[in-house]
């Protein structure tokens, strides 16, 4: 069991602007451009990640059946002291690109400074939690 002292999880779906409906070279395109940055250094804060991967299965859904394509990082924040970690999953599904992202620690009631971010394993378990639904709403 991991317990989790400051965390967030987040999706966002990006299929285009107000009525302009993305295409799926555009998605694919912002894809591609995501995945290139994500890959290099997805933080501000934290230098490049430390895991990343090509996406073949997340939670129940697969690769070619259930999405298009679709990568996964995780990566460390270091603000002054205290560590944040962060896994972020990146999935096109024709002209939709869904960004899953899950963050946080894991020292609850301590100081700040004193936190260490979570796994790379926690991080992917909630975020293998939550692809189905997230999935499910594009469709």
Do not use: C
Not at 24 to 29: L, R
Not at 63 to 84: L, S
């Amino acid at each position: 069991m991991v317990t989790i002292g400051r965390a967030g999880l987040s999706i966002t779906y990006d299929a285009g602007l107000g009525q302009l409906t993305a295409s799926v070279q555009d998605a694919k395109d912002t894809y591609a451009i995501k995945r290139r940055n994500d890959y290099r250094q997805p933080s501000v804060f934290g230098g490049a990640p430390s895991w990343k991967s090509t996406i073949q299965e997340i939670g129940t859904a697969n690769a070619g059946e259930h999405f298009d394509e679709g990568y996964y990082v995780y990566f460390v924040d270091e603000i002054g002291e205290a560590g944040h970690g962060e896994g972020k999953a990146v999935l096109r599904m024709d002209n939709v690109v869904i960004t899953i992202s899950f963050s946080g620690d894991d020292v609850p009631g301590r100081r700040i400074r004193d936190d260490r971010p979570i796994g790379n394993a926690a991080a992917q378990a909630a975020l293998n939690a939550v692809a189905g639904q997230a999935i499910a709403a594009v469709r």
